[in-house]
């Protein structure tokens, strides 16, 4: 047994238990059990060595607590421990009738000693343990705060081991990615497909893999998966899967540093293995600008596997019809100024966007070194009959006039200079059976921000019998 006069050194006694599970690998948090100012008992957090999901620090030490005294009541007890108790940990305290319990860091997400909710603080219960935080606040919360940066970089290695980053090609740091509002998904790599050839792409796939539609949604230039923030959670409420990949050299996905790395066969061919390899069946394809170019000329490659469309704002680039004279303005543009600000073009398109979301469509793009896609994708849109894609798109054309049978959601932004109205009335009748489209007087470009009322229609649309 161990005496000691004072909260912060029975908390420094916690501490050291929290370090010792640290080094087994589980959270650090760590507590001890007094009793008339001696140490009766300890314990560290344990779920994952016992294969105990109630191995908390605090259970454990109750346990060897009840185990000196002989008694399951701990009558006339404190309990010290380094992080705010969990429901679990406060439910089993006040079953054991402590005196006190003192904890150090508190714990916005789960706590239920104030933080989240208070179980101590009720009226009803037949037995009141006093409760106090905050001691060696700073300290508790350092022990959490090096685990965790530490499992972070132990990932971020094991990452780059299992996706080395090739010489001719750029990865974004992951700082640049620390603050993306409405994108909490967690990021998934792929590099070994054949025509990848190393290079690390990107993708987001969240809701069941058995899910009985796969929304493939496609973004354009120079915009990321980060587009689809505001539809994607639509879509997984109604029980669906997402797959939303970056295209190579945009989001989270390498980024060759010469301009001649990329062609639009390049980019399609990596989609069409993407789709193989996750074996995916019943997509509906969500697309917009470039994600239409390239998205659109998928479906007659392997029509078996696609069950929908919802497109916006986007064309087939044919090369036997003219370019648009917003799109070759857009091209002009980012010839004489292909450093322009990313961030202002998105609150430019969309005035309701946050600063913060703006930044996060430019977080990608640190430098000029990382920008190499977006100065090559203008002149990759097909103009001529032999251009790159031009004649996958004229038969992608025929597919979708004569042999598309499946439902389509057409969603146009009203205001959009570059794949405006004129442009979606020639694709609608391209498509067989695509009704009026959906129109958002106030929207340009970027379509999916308008997110949940266009989700929701798409929903409606594809869910129909």
């Given at each position: 047994?161990?005496a000691i006069a004072s909260?912060s050194g029975?908390?420094e006694?916690?501490?050291?238990?929290a370090?010792a599970?640290?080094?087994?690998g589980?959270?650090?948090v760590?507590a001890?059990?007094v009793?008339?100012?001696q140490?009766?008992?300890?314990?560290?957090?344990?779920p994952i060595?016992?294969?105990?999901?109630?191995?908390?620090?605090e259970i454990?030490a109750m346990r060897a607590a009840?185990?000196?005294l002989?008694n399951y009541?701990?009558?006339?007890?404190e309990?010290f421990?380094?992080?705010e108790p969990?429901?679990m940990?406060?439910?089993a305290?006040?079953h054991?009738r402590l005196?006190r319990?003192?904890?150090?860091?508190p714990?916005p997400?789960?706590?239920?000693?104030?933080?989240v909710l208070?179980?101590?603080d009720?009226?009803?219960?037949?037995?009141q343990?006093?409760v106090e935080?905050?001691v060696q606040?700073e300290?508790?919360?350092?022990v959490?705060?090096?685990f965790?940066r530490?499992?972070?970089n132990e990932?971020?290695?094991?990452?780059r081991?299992?996706?080395?980053l090739r010489?001719d090609?750029l990865?974004t740091?992951d700082?640049?990615?620390a603050?993306l509002?409405?994108?909490?998904w967690e990021p998934?790599?792929?590099s070994?497909?054949?025509?990848?050839?190393?290079?690390r792409?990107?993708?987001l796939d969240?809701g069941p893999?058995?899910?009985?539609?796969?929304y493939l949604?496609l973004?354009?230039?120079?915009?990321?998966?980060?587009l689809y923030?505001?539809?994607?959670p639509v879509?997984?409420?109604?029980?669906h899967?997402v797959?939303?990949?970056?295209?190579?050299?945009?989001?989270k996905?390498?980024?060759?540093k010469?301009?001649?790395?990329?062609s639009?066969?390049f980019?399609?061919?990596?989609?069409?293995?993407l789709?193989?390899r996750?074996?995916?069946?019943?997509?509906?394809?969500v697309v917009?600008?470039?994600?239409?170019l390239?998205?659109?000329?998928?479906p007659f490659?392997?029509?078996?596997r696609?069950?929908?469309?919802?497109v916006?704002?986007?064309m087939?680039?044919?090369?036997?019809?003219?370019l648009t004279?917003?799109f070759?303005?857009?091209?002009?543009m980012?010839?004489?100024?292909?450093?322009?600000d990313?961030?202002?073009l998105?609150a430019r398109s969309n005035?309701?966007l946050?600063?913060a979301?703006?930044?996060?469509?430019g977080?990608?793009?640190?430098?000029?070194g990382?920008?190499?896609?977006?100065?090559?994708?203008?002149?990759l849109?097909?103009?001529?009959?032999?251009?790159?894609?031009?004649a996958?798109?004229?038969q992608?054309?025929?597919y979708w006039?004569?042999q598309?049978?499946g439902p389509?959601l057409?969603a146009?932004?009203?205001t959009?200079?570059?794949?405006?109205?004129p442009v979606?009335?020639?694709?609608?009748?391209t498509i067989h059976?695509?009704?009026?489209?959906?129109?958002?007087a106030?929207e340009g470009?970027f379509?999916p921000e308008?997110?949940a009322?266009l989700?929701?229609?798409?929903?409606?649309?594809?869910?129909?019998?």
């Amino acid at each position: 047994m161990v005496a000691i006069a004072s909260d912060s050194g029975f908390m420094e006694l916690a501490l050291g238990q929290a370090r010792a599970a640290a080094v087994a690998g589980e959270v650090p948090v760590g507590a001890v059990v007094v009793k008339d100012g001696q140490v009766i008992a300890t314990g560290r957090n344990a779920p994952i060595g016992s294969h105990d999901p109630t191995a908390h620090a605090e259970i454990v030490a109750m346990r060897a607590a009840a185990l000196v005294l002989g008694n399951y009541r701990l009558d006339g007890c404190e309990l010290f421990v380094t992080l705010e108790p969990c429901a679990m940990c406060s439910g089993a305290m006040l079953h054991a009738r402590l005196n006190r319990v003192v904890f150090g860091a508190p714990d916005p997400k789960t706590g239920a000693a104030g933080s989240v909710l208070n179980l101590f603080d009720n009226a009803n219960l037949n037995h009141q343990t006093k409760v106090e935080g905050g001691v060696q606040s700073e300290a508790c919360s350092a022990v959490l705060q090096e685990f965790f940066r530490n499992k972070r970089n132990e990932h971020d290695h094991q990452r780059r081991a299992l996706h080395p980053l090739r010489d001719d090609a750029l990865r974004t740091p992951d700082a640049q990615f620390a603050v993306l509002p409405d994108y909490p998904w967690e990021p998934r790599y792929v590099s070994d497909l054949p025509t990848l050839d190393g290079l690390r792409m990107h993708y987001l796939d969240e809701g069941p893999a058995d899910a009985d539609r796969v929304y493939l949604c496609l973004h354009g230039n120079p915009a990321w998966s980060y587009l689809y923030r505001k539809m994607i959670p639509v879509f997984l409420q109604a029980g669906h899967r997402v797959i939303a990949p970056d295209m190579v050299g945009f989001g989270k996905s390498d980024k060759p540093k010469k301009e001649s790395a990329h062609s639009f066969s390049f980019h399609r061919q990596i989609l069409l293995e993407l789709i193989e390899r996750l074996g995916l069946q019943r997509i509906v394809l969500v697309v917009q600008d470039w994600g239409g170019l390239q998205g659109l000329t998928l479906p007659f490659a392997m029509p078996e596997r696609f069950a929908g469309l919802v497109v916006m704002n986007t064309m087939l680039a044919t090369g036997d019809t003219a370019l648009t004279p917003g799109f070759l303005a857009w091209r002009e543009m980012c010839t004489k100024k292909p450093e322009f600000d990313i961030a202002r073009l998105f609150a430019r398109s969309n005035p309701g966007l946050s600063e913060a979301e703006c930044l996060a469509y430019g977080a990608p793009f640190p430098d000029r070194g990382h920008r190499a896609a977006i100065r090559a994708f203008p002149n990759l849109v097909p103009d001529q009959l032999e251009s790159d894609g031009a004649a996958v798109s004229r038969q992608a054309r025929g597919y979708w006039q004569t042999q598309w049978r499946g439902p389509t959601l057409m969603a146009v932004g009203m205001t959009d200079p570059v794949f405006g109205p004129p442009v979606m009335e020639i694709l609608r009748r391209t498509i067989h059976g695509c009704p009026a489209p959906m129109i958002f007087a106030e929207e340009g470009h970027f379509v999916p921000e308008v997110g949940a009322p266009l989700a929701q229609a798409a929903l409606r649309l594809t869910d129909a019998p």
